[in-house]
């Protein structure tokens, strides 16, 4: 049965008005975003990059059916802590009235700071749907769906995501992104590939620069921000209004504290240690367990994917892996961090 009730479906929020500067980062000359990455931005994570110097964070894409339907698991996608602002809800589908109702019921339960608008997921479940960057595809449909939504916002702003085209032949972002722009889209993050590279090949950053110069609405861009080095670089040369970073944060989360020194012109902090890294992985699992109300086995098989990411780059990764990829108990994480940390003493 569609929503029509203002009453929450996540407990931990209490709705309030969005904060100021949730678009761009309250004061930051270049603010850094987390990319919303289904399966791994749940609140918990999106925390920790938060403690790393992420700026403006967003949730998992969520359905605007699954929204519509009470769905049990799109509930848990819209869980935030007031300590996540400015964060935003991400939604996507292909009908601009379900849309539009699904953002309306979704500003009365939590109020987020922003809506966004998914035209940018290549995956084919959505995709056969006519949903994410399906829609790119479709300029008029893509109008509607921005239209509706951000007559449906109100007060609260909508944002969109984009990729640079569907495939090489239809590079189309710099005009995507003024349709988008007339239709009262407030920012867009453009991630620097085709729906058809998916997350292969480079990241377009020439494109992602045209766009920049083609609004007047500010632009984020994202692709292959892979260390603090490269988002320095990228900033300069495509000028955008902020960086968003994506697959990078997944294995490595304090990247955001090492990008923030060098956009300030200082050297980066030096990684942490390895003891470090491992105390910062079974924090991050304990949290995950509280955040399943204390159903360790749940969190933990939740987990195995994020500490399939955390062993990237470190000795033995492959051996680690093998072994955290059965774990359902954070004292297996525990017993495999102690033998890993005696190898290296």
Request: charged share 25%.
């Amino acid at each position: 049965m569609p929503v029509h009730s203002n009453e929450s479906p996540c407990g931990t929020v209490v709705p309030q008005a969005p904060t100021a500067g949730a678009l761009i980062g309250s004061g930051v000359p270049v603010p850094l975003f987390l990319a919303p990455m289904a399966g791994v931005t749940n609140t918990v994570f999106r925390r920790l990059c938060k403690g790393f110097g992420a700026d403006v964070l967003t949730t998992e894409f969520v359905s605007a059916e699954g929204i519509l339907h009470r769905n049990e698991r799109t509930r848990r996608y819209l869980e935030f802590d007031t300590s996540e602002r400015p964060i935003g809800v991400q939604l996507f589908g292909s009908d601009p009235e379900h849309l539009a109702e699904a953002a309306r019921a979704v500003i009365g339960w939590v109020a987020p700071d922003f809506i966004d608008l998914n035209f940018g997921c290549p995956v084919n479940k959505v995709v056969c749907k006519n949903g994410g960057s399906s829609l790119l595809r479709d300029a008029p449909l893509l109008a509607r769906v921005a239209r509706a939504v951000v007559a449906a916002a109100g007060d609260v702003p909508v944002t969109a995501k984009i990729r640079t085209g569907w495939d090489a032949r239809s590079v189309n972002a710099a005009a995507t992104a003024r349709l988008l722009e007339r239709e009262g889209i407030r920012r867009i993050a453009v991630h620097g590939r085709t729906k058809d590279q998916g997350y292969s090949g480079e990241a377009d950053w020439e494109v992602i620069a045209g766009v920049a110069a083609a609004v007047a609405i500010p632009v984020v861009g994202n692709g292959d921000i892979i260390s603090a080095e490269s988002a320095v670089r990228r900033q300069k040369e495509s000028q955008v209004a902020g960086l968003m970073v994506g697959r990078a944060a997944m294995h490595r989360p304090w990247i955001f504290s090492e990008i923030r020194q060098a956009l300030a012109g200082h050297p980066p902090p030096p990684p942490p240690s390895h003891a470090r890294q491992w105390e910062f992985i079974v924090g991050h699992c304990r949290q995950e367990i509280e955040w399943w109300g204390g159903n360790e086995r749940a969190a933990m098989k939740a987990m195995r994917a994020r500490l399939m990411a955390y062993t990237r780059g470190m000795a033995g990764g492959a051996r680690l892996r093998e072994n955290l990829q059965r774990v359902v108990s954070l004292e297996e994480v525990r017993r495999i961090a102690d033998r890993d940390l005696a190898r290296e003493s």
